[in-house]
């Protein structure tokens, strides 16, 4: 059982009024809110120990190596990775995935076939696009079921000698419906393919390990489990790490540089060139740290109470529909009401102070799927509550009145 009432005192941004309101956050799919002890490790950072990391002798840039390194050491252990050496840090999600899609010629030639699904997010669609423009290989889709899970016959159908890289989210950030990986993974490599797991939705909301999984690569986005903004994570095993290029040049990234040639570093510097988010790798140790101390089982248990809950209430509502009605699922609710417009439900409710995203979430295909503009999508996280989720569709009741 989670201290609701501890866990929220960490968060200062949840005392904050919206419109006269107080502010109930519900677009956690997009960012998650940071913990004081998050905020305060950056403010330490610049505070204390500010310099250039694996460079100086001096006594600052050691420290803030180490610390730097240390949370490379907290984000091994927690996603079960083997090694520290495994562990890329990148800008964010969409960095990671376009570090493996930018080097993948070594990986998918000519002639070759990518197999995304159809519920990607479009950084994991677009950089793959630009992969196979460039090498001469074919996209080929998973397609969606109607209640929102993957049509996972058509997937077994579609693989054959030709699959080189097989690519899919953990959990759709526009429908919340968690896919079957394990399965999608094991079947990619019966037919020699390689394969990449955005994991943007899940980490931060289950207990994420890689090496069970089996993906050759998997990414995460610091901002999405209680880090700042401007750090992810790229994981690999070592071999698929090894084997891929760097896509970016620059020092830190070098083993010997001369103008007639250049070696590289070894993992992971080899992916990291130039000065990386200092502040904010040593601050997504501190998010790791807090999140640990709650329990990513806790986290998850939790959150689950929230979205059956919260499907229960939104039901309610006359004309309600949810898409990706299933129940593996994180706690992300995509829905639309009658044929009303969701931005104007969207901006009503956040007048009542209630931040729901509205749109279509980055992920045209799958509203083109589902037939619609956008939808409404009310995303939670450890730190909400059930007495939030009334209030959201008491505000949602409202505006459904005003515009109806
Ligand atoms: C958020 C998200 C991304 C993009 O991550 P950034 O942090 O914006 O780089 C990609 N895929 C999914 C599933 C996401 O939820």
Not at 295 to 317: P, V
Not at 371 to 393: C, H, L, W
């Amino acid at each position: 059982m989670l201290d609701i009432k501890k866990i929220r005192a960490d968060f200062p941004i949840l005392n904050r009024k919206v419109n006269g309101h107080s502010l109930i956050y519900f677009d956690n799919a997009a960012t998650s809110q940071k913990p004081q002890q998050v905020i305060d490790k950056i403010v330490e950072y610049y505070t204390l120990y500010n310099a250039n990391i694996h460079r100086g002798v001096h006594a600052l840039s050691q420290e803030a190596t180490d610390l730097f390194e240390e949370s490379r050491e907290k984000v091994r252990a927690f996603f079960n990775i083997a090694h520290t050496k495994q562990v890329i840090f990148t800008s964010g999600n969409t960095h990671s995935i376009n570090a493996v899609a930018n080097g993948a010629h070594a990986f998918v030639k000519k002639g070759d076939e990518v197999i995304l699904s159809a519920v990607e997010h479009h950084s994991n669609i677009v950089p793959w696009q630009m992969l196979c423009e460039r090498v001469g290989a074919t996209i080929k889709i998973i397609p969606v079921l109607d209640n929102g899970e993957l049509d996972m016959a058509t997937y077994h159908q579609l693989l054959n000698a030709k699959t080189a890289f097989v690519v899919v989210n953990h959990i759709s950030n526009a429908l919340g419906v968690t896919n079957p990986v394990k399965e999608i993974i094991d079947a990619a490599h019966q037919h020699g393919a390689m394969t990449l797991i955005d994991g943007a939705q899940s980490c931060g909301h289950m207990k994420i390990d890689v090496q069970a999984l089996n993906a050759d690569f998997y990414t995460m986005a610091g901002h999405k489990m209680c880090g700042p903004t401007g750090i992810g994570i790229l994981y690999g095993k070592e071999d698929a790490l090894n084997a891929l290029p760097p896509y970016q040049g620059g020092g830190e990234m070098i083993d010997q540089v001369s103008f007639e040639k250049t070696t590289y570093a070894g993992l992971p510097h080899k992916f990291e060139a130039g000065t990386p988010n200092i502040a904010g790798g040593i601050a997504l140790g501190a998010a790791i740290d807090y999140l640990n101390e709650i329990g990513m089982d806790d986290i998850a248990a939790y959150e689950n109470e929230l979205l059956i809950y919260g499907t229960e209430q939104i039901k309610t509502i006359p004309g309600a529909k949810i898409y990706g009605d299933v129940t593996d699922k994180a706690a992300v609710i995509s829905f639309n009401v009658a044929s009303l417009h969701p931005y104007d439900i969207g901006t009503i409710v956040d007048k009542l102070g209630v931040a729901v995203r509205t749109g279509h979430h980055c992920a045209q295909p799958v509203m083109e799927r589902y037939q619609v503009p956008g939808t409404i999508r009310a995303s939670f996280a450890f730190y909400n509550t059930k007495e939030e989720i009334d209030v959201m569709v008491q505000a949602l009741q409202r505006a459904v009145n005003m515009l109806s």
